[in-house]
């Protein structure tokens, strides 16, 4: 069975850091595409960035240069490391397992962790 865990979010004023952390059983991390995703209050969820098997990584614009997605393997936890947090980067973040469509779209499967909330504010 899958099974996803986050953990690491807080409350953090604007401009400091956090990094969260989904811990992994079930699967082989290093063979999986995964992603964390985010959904404030009201919103819809959001992806915020993916890395593939490979290691390459995409990020949502919004916030490229600040967030770093990354796993390590021999943990089989990935890891997603947040910078200069603004407010509107508050919400429930959730990491996932996924792939990419033939035309290229990031496609979400199987199960969701709990989430951990980030709270960013003075």
């Known amino acids: 069975q899958v099974q996803l865990v986050e953990s690491g979010g807080g409350l953090v004023q604007p401009g400091g850091s956090l990094r969260l952390s989904c811990a992994a059983s079930?699967?082989?991390?290093?063979?999986?595409?995964m992603a964390w995703y985010r959904q404030a209050p009201g919103k819809q969820r959001e992806l915020v960035a993916t890395?593939?098997?490979?290691?390459?990584?995409n990020y949502t614009d919004s916030v490229k240069g600040r967030f770093t997605i990354f796993r390590d393997n021999a943990k089989s936890t990935l890891y997603l490391q947040m910078n200069s947090l603004k407010p509107e980067d508050t919400a429930v973040y959730y990491c996932?397992?996924?792939?990419?469509?033939?035309?290229?779209?990031?496609?979400?499967?199987?199960?969701w962790g709990q989430g951990t909330q980030v709270t960013v504010s003075s």
């Open positions: 079930g699967i082989i991390l290093s063979i999986n595409a």
């Open positions: 890395v593939a098997s490979g290691g390459r990584t």
């Open positions: 996932t397992r996924g792939g990419w469509t033939n035309s290229g779209v990031w496609t979400p499967f199987g199960s």
